[in-house]
């Protein structure tokens, strides 16, 4: 019953931006920490950015800090990705990602491509 869609990837060239967004279901969104992380080709899933259940703590890996952005609407049950000053290295299915102490749930992932 709980679902993750994400959407808003596609291909984008270096420098410019992407929102992505990510609608739950099937649970009570105000009490889960939410993430964003992806995984590109050969490589380990990374954490990109998350952010705590009421939206008071946010962290980022240290490759995309000072570029993206998360942020959450507890009454849309929506969590966002702004990423500015995409490079060939943002290349990657992002997932979402859904967690509390006893329970973790995953998107489906959308593709993100920095390309000229």
């Known amino acids: 019953q709980v679902q993750l869609v994400e959407s808003g990837g596609g291909l984008v060239q270096p420098g410019g931006s992407l929102n992505l967004s990510c609608a739950a279901s099937?649970?009570?969104?105000?009490?889960?920490?939410m993430g964003w992380y992806r995984q590109a080709p050969g490589q380990e899933r990374e954490l990109v950015a998350t952010v705590t259940s009421d939206g008071g703590r946010i962290n980022y890996a240290d490759s995309v800090e000072g570029r993206f952005s998360i942020s959450r609407d507890n009454a849309k049950n929506t969590v966002y990705l702004q990423m500015n000053g995409l490079k060939p290295e943002d290349t990657a299915v992002y997932y979402c990602?859904?967690?509390?102490?006893?329970?973790?749930?995953w998107g489906q992932g959308t593709q993100v491509t920095v390309s000229s």
């Open positions: 990602h859904a967690r509390r102490v006893w329970a973790t749930y």
């Open positions: 099937g649970l009570t969104f105000g009490n889960y920490a």
